[in-house]
């Protein structure tokens, strides 16, 4: 098994995840079986071969197919629409429990 | 009026003759998903304000006599992910079940501009993450071929819409094939466009350099239709081209004799359901016959495309999800003492168990130690698989395949074993990876009367091949 117990608790922990106990069992199980499929990758050999982030890399040379906005100050979004999404808010701010422990 | 054979060119041609006002078109589709979707639950939200006031400047127009716009009173249907001004936009997530977006998809707004009229939002996977639309928190859709079956997914709601006649036409989104799956498991026309085609602008991110936006529809003629309309550059998506928009439907009309047609055999291999390869032989044939020149290709990569697929898809979708955090948007939990505590509450509590699943998964391939083994390994088999493509277009004008390896299965039926149901993406995920144009057209059904679909693959910005193909097949 590559991926241990330990492991699921400390990426849960980067993904902002609590999981309960049932779920990590799931979690543990499914993310081996995942992984192992994936290594087939390892079948082949990259060493040459340049990794590739998204398909307008193909494309970006021309920054005319692609071109970059001006640089001029545009309206954003009100302050009330932006708030008005929000759990909690006072008005002025998102409101959010206290960050800093005593 | 018959909903169920509606086109945009029939609909169109109704509004304008004024054998049908588009505020008493919109009631009528309202009455048939009231009466039918309770089976089907291929809506989420229905906006029947918003429709009401576009139909009515639909029909102040033909009463005006004035010049009416390309899609005059065409009832469309708006997949979950894509928000909308004031109409409730759940992504299919509990964690954004009472969102209501400020702004419009580009795509959304060009539909409007161009005089459709949007009547709901539809069900899908959450977040898009799916195959089979059981991964909805608000309950999976049913097949209208066969409401014991799913309907595919993730945009099965969209499919299912169209092939109930509840919407000529809707949007949906294509990652690793979510539009042409489901399309093909519920025997309509399903189109994901090349990357950048279409803005991705209002489109709630899964996996951004895999997400499109796309159009399911009856026919290939009302899918060149409504691309024509979406497509081109946004200012506010800085992936989309600037590149010129053909007129689509006009290029439906040139012949395809003398194409050269890419019939890879990599995905005629192990797994294909023997129904759906006669079918999608068969299709070959009439493309034959239609003058086109058969290909035998190969392209070596093509069984590293899931694996690689479900490393880059859930890297980003790791990224892309940090954001729903429980402060500006979205469910937060009660009761958090601190903020940490809050986003992890809010997050587990808004989240459903494949989310959860492909950011842990996204997460671990990103993480220190695993990020060259995983994430930069599947970007360069990428790379292969891109260039499978490439080599594969030097030879050849347009690939032929399957959609899917089987046709739509029963509900439940994969629903635990997580790596089975990804396999069921296994012929659409290669176009999503290299970024290529594919569509998704009914080319037969099974015994048990089950739609398959046949899938055409073209060149960057080639729709036009594509589609005409796809209709020389329909």
Redesign the interface.
Same mark, same amino acid.
């Given at each position: 098994m590559k991926v241990t117990d330990k492991d699921v608790t400390y990426v849960a922990d980067l993904a902002n995840l609590e999981l309960t106990d049932q779920e990590r069992q799931r979690m543990l199980k499914d993310l081996n079986s995942v992984l192992d499929y994936i290594d087939r990758l390892n079948e082949l050999d990259t060493s040459d071969v340049p990794p590739m982030a998204q398909i307008s890399d193909k494309f970006g040379e021309s920054r005319t197919a692609y071109p970059w906005r001006e640089d001029t100050p545009r309206p954003s979004l009100p302050h009330a629409e932006a708030l008005k999404n929000a759990p909690e808010s006072d008005g002025d701010f998102f409101k959010v429990p206290k960050v800093i422990e005593k | 009026m018959d909903l169920n054979s509606l086109t945009i060119e029939s609909t169109r041609t109704a509004i304008a003759e004024q054998r049908c006002t588009a505020s008493a078109l919109v009631e009528q589709f309202y009455g048939k998903i009231k009466a039918e979707d309770p089976g089907i639950h291929a809506y989420l939200t229905l906006c029947e304000d918003r429709a009401s006031r576009q139909a009515k400047v639909i029909d102040d127009l033909t009463q005006k006599g004035a010049p009416l716009p390309p899609l005059a009173g065409v009832p469309v249907g708006i997949k979950d992910v894509m928000v909308t001004k004031g109409v409730r936009t759940t992504a299919g997530s509990k964690i954004l079940e009472?969102?209501?977006p400020?702004?419009d998809c580009t795509a959304v707004a060009r539909l409007e501009a161009a005089g459709a009229i949007v009547l709901g939002k539809m069900n899908c996977d959450e977040f898009a993450m799916g195959s089979s639309n059981e991964n909805s928190a608000y309950g999976p859709v049913r097949n209208p071929r066969d409401t014991s079956c799913v309907p595919g997914g993730s945009s099965g709601g969209s499919a299912a819409a169209v092939a109930a006649g509840m919407a000529v036409a809707t949007l949906g989104s294509d990652t690793g094939g979510s539009i042409r799956q489901p399309a093909s498991f519920c025997g309509v026309v399903g189109l994901m466009p090349t990357?950048?085609r279409v803005s991705r602008y209002g489109l709630i991110a899964f996996a951004s350099?895999l997400d499109h936006i796309g159009p399911l529809t009856k026919t290939v003629r009302d899918a060149a239709i409504l691309l024509r309309v979406i497509a081109g550059?946004d200012?506010l998506d800085?992936?989309s081209?600037?590149?010129p928009v053909p007129d689509y439907e006009a290029e439906l009309a040139k012949p395809v004799s003398g194409l050269r047609i890419g019939v890879p055999k990599e995905y005629f291999g192990e797994g294909l359901d023997a129904e759906v390869r006669a079918a999608v032989e068969a299709g070959i044939q009439k493309l034959r016959s239609a003058g086109c020149e058969i290909v035998d290709i190969s392209m070596p990569?093509t069984?590293?495309a899931?694996?690689?697929y479900?490393?880059i898809a859930t890297a980003e979708a790791?990224a892309n999800l940090?954001r729903f955090?429980?402060?500006?948007?979205? =469910?937060?939990a009660k009761g958090?003492?601190?903020?940490?505590?809050?986003?992890?509450?809010s997050?587990?509590e808004g989240?459903g @168990?494949e989310v959860?699943?492909r950011?842990? #998964?996204g997460?671990?391939a990103l993480?220190s130690g695993y990020y060259d083994a995983?994430y930069?390994?599947?970007?360069?088999?990428?790379?292969?698989l @891109?260039r499978d493509f490439a080599e594969a277009f030097q030879k050849v004008d347009a690939i032929v395949t399957p959609t899917a390896p089987t046709p739509a299965f029963k509900l439940g039926e994969k629903a635990d074993d997580? #790596?089975s149901m990804?396999l069921a993406d296994i012929y659409t995920v290669t176009a999503d990876l290299?970024?290529v144009p594919g569509i998704s057209v009914p080319c037969g059904n099974t015994q048990s009367g089950l739609p398959i679909g046949l899938q055409v693959l073209g060149r =960057?910005f080639d729709e036009s091949t594509v589609l005409r193909i796809g209709h020389a097949v329909e």
């Open positions: - | 009472n969102f209501i400020p702004y990357y950048g350099s550059r200012p800085s992936t081209a600037d590149i990569h069984a590293y899931i694996p690689t479900y490393v790791s940090a955090d429980g402060v500006r948007y979205g =469910h937060r958090a003492r601190t903020l940490a505590e809050m986003y992890r509450k997050r587990d989240f @168990t959860k699943r950011i842990m #998964l997460t671990y993480s995983y930069l390994k599947a970007q360069r088999v990428r790379t292969l @891109t997580p #790596l990804y290299a970024g =960057h």
